[in-house]
């Protein structure tokens, strides 16, 4: 619990009440690789403090060819906060890529906790800013930047997890075939 109270206390202080309030609805939980967390046409119910491991949220086309939009690693806030907001089924399945230790919650929890405490609103704000600011910064990235860019750019951001997870995630999660990523990294330092 002491690696998700140093994580949330970095995105927004939280005094002890709260933290013990946050301590009352996280459980701690395992994914095994290759699990889901939340599956597609599922409705979604929690998140997670993804503790340890890697996670993927992808989709796939209607040939079932399958692309990674995100690939979660530890430390990380998981769950498929679009159907937790919309109510909807999840289009956008979450998939452990190795084995992970998780904080789970439910999010109806969380959501009441907010209702009453600044604290916990002000910490929520502040994940989904997170997650806006990123999404369009990789969507730039994608746009603007040529393949070699990107890997770097990713490199720096997943440090490790090149030897932790199958090249051909990598790729999908970069846009590119797993040919022009063995290309790239022939190239690159």
């Given at each position: 619990m002491e690696n998700l109270i140093a994580y949330l206390n970095r995105i927004s202080p939280l005094s002890e009440q709260t933290l013990s309030?946050?301590?009352?609805?996280?459980?701690?939980?395992?994914?095994?690789?290759?699990d889901y967390f939340v599956d597609e046409g599922?409705?979604?119910?929690?998140?997670?403090?993804?503790?340890?491991?890697?996670?993927r949220a992808f989709y796939s086309n209607q040939q079932g060819k399958e692309y990674n939009k995100t690939l979660f690693t530890a430390p990380a806030i998981i769950g498929s906060y679009g159907a937790l907001i919309t109510k909807e089924k999840n289009q956008?399945?979450?998939q452990a890529l190795t084995d992970?230790?998780?904080?789970?919650?439910?999010?109806?929890?969380?959501?009441?906790?907010s209702e009453d405490n600044i604290e916990?609103?002000?910490?929520?704000?502040?994940?989904?800013?997170?997650f806006f600011v990123w999404n369009?910064?990789?969507?730039l990235e994608v746009a603007l930047l040529d393949a070699t860019?990107?890997?770097?750019?990713?490199?720096?951001?997943?440090?490790?997890?090149?030897?932790?997870?199958?090249?051909?995630?990598?790729?999908?999660?970069?846009?590119?075939?797993?040919?022009?990523l063995s290309r790239i990294r022939k190239k690159t330092p």
């Open positions: 309030l946050m301590d009352s609805i996280f459980v701690l939980d395992n994914i095994k690789k290759g599922e409705r979604a119910h929690e998140i997670a403090f993804l503790e340890r491991g890697v996670v956008l399945p979450q992970c230790i998780i904080w789970r919650a439910r999010f109806d929890a969380i959501e009441r906790l916990i609103e002000r910490l929520r704000r502040k994940i989904s800013e997170h369009e910064k990789k969507q860019e990107r890997y770097l750019i990713f490199q720096k951001e997943h440090p490790g997890i090149e030897a932790a997870i199958p090249q051909y995630h990598i790729a999908s999660y970069l846009g590119i075939s797993p040919t022009q």
